[in-house]
């Protein structure tokens, strides 16, 4: 079974930082890819960041510039490193993982951490 436990969310203030981690229940390496996801109060939950297994990127506008994604093998922890906070970026981030076998597409999630900016 696998698990993704996150942290590191908070509350900070306009233009602080913060950095979430998600610490895999396995290699990391067993998942195509892996992501952060946000939802704020009343959305829907939308991509921010992703990491391909070959370690291609991808970043929402909304968050180019300001976020970076990354990971550390030997931990088995994805990291998301945000900048310049802004009450905009006000959420629930939930760490994603995407396992294929065979053709078809196995996504993981984790519980959530939450991260509020406001001063």
């Known amino acids: 079974q696998v698990q993704l436990v996150e942290s590191g969310g908070g509350l900070v203030q306009p233009g602080g930082s913060l950095k979430l981690s998600c610490a895999a229940s396995?290699?990391?390496?067993?998942?195509?890819?892996m992501g952060w996801y946000r939802q704020g109060l009343g959305e829907q939950r939308e991509l921010i960041a992703h990491?391909?297994?070959?370690?291609?990127?991808y970043y929402a506008r909304s968050v180019m510039g300001r976020f970076t994604i990354s990971r550390d093998n030997d931990k088995n922890t994805l990291y998301l490193l945000m900048n310049s906070l802004t009450p905009e970026d006000t959420a629930v981030y939930y760490c994603?993982?995407?396992?294929?076998?065979?053709?078809?597409?196995?996504?993981?999630w984790g519980q959530g951490t939450q991260v509020t900016v406001s001063s």
């Open positions: 990491m391909a297994v070959n370690s291609d990127t």
């Open positions: 396995g290699s990391i390496f067993n998942f195509s890819r």
């Open positions: 994603n993982a995407v396992r294929i076998t065979r053709g078809i597409s196995y996504p993981y």
